[in-house]
């Protein structure tokens, strides 16, 4: 099993910026990809960020050049830098982390809010 922990969200002026931090334990060995989704009110959670084993990364459309996601393997953890937010940014962030030989394929995040004032 895996256990993933967020940190780092919280309430920013729009313009303002911040990091997330996912930290990873247990049985980290299987993970391959790893990333952000988000999910703000009454919306279905839409993909961020990912980042494959070997530096690929993903961005969606809406946050390509003002977000940046990194993976440190030694401390087993990605993050989410965030800048130039804008109110629709503002959501849950959850993070998510897998592959084929984990145990349960992906796993989950209990999610960190993060809301960006006008």
């Known amino acids: 099993q895996v256990r993933l922990v967020e940190s780092g969200g919280g309430l920013v002026q729009a313009g303002g910026s911040l990091r997330l931090t996912c930290a990873a334990s247990?049985?980290?060995?299987?993970?391959?990809?790893t990333g952000w989704y988000r999910q703000a009110p009454g919306q279905e959670r839409e993909l961020v960020a990912s980042?494959?084993?070997?530096?690929?990364?993903r961005y969606a459309d809406s946050v390509r050049g003002r977000f940046t996601i990194s993976r440190d393997y030694a401390k087993k953890s990605v993050y989410l830098e965030m800048s130039n937010l804008t109110p629709e940014d503002t959501g849950v962030y959850y993070c998510?982390?897998?592959?084929?030989?984990?145990?349960?394929?992906?796993?989950w995040g209990q999610g960190t809010q993060v809301t960006v004032s006008s």
């Open positions: 980042a494959g084993n070997g530096g690929s990364t």
């Open positions: 247990g049985d980290t060995n299987c993970i391959s990809g």
């Open positions: 998510y982390a897998g592959g084929s030989s984990c145990a349960s394929g992906r796993y």
